[in-house]
């Protein structure tokens, strides 16, 4: 089932805050560990875990919108 359309606006802000939350965690976490950075490391692993959590939510939010019954 298609979502609505005043659902397609937050559905695209979480698909792509969470697909540039996950590459500005993984640049943050790669520069961390590169120059020894402990704050830059957390930051990154932060923003990793906040992409995967938008990706996650918009994921099981299409999952019950397209389950039977």
């Known amino acids: ?15 792509f805050g969470g697909l540039i ?4 965690g993984c640049l943050l ?8 950075s ?4 957390v930051f990154g692993v932060l923003f990793l875990m906040l992409g995967a959590v938008l990706l996650m939510l ?3 939010r299409r999952n019950q919108e397209s389950s039977p019954g």
Not at 38 to 41: Q, S, Y
Request: aromatic share 12%; charged share 20%.
């Open 1 to 15: 089932m298609a979502a609505q359309t005043s659902d397609g606006y937050w559905f695209l802000v979480k698909k």
């Open 21 to 24: 939350s996950i590459i500005i």
């Open 29 to 36: 976490t790669a520069v961390g560990v590169t120059f020894e």
């Open 38 to 41: 402990t704050d830059t490391i």
């Open 58 to 60: 918009k994921i099981m």
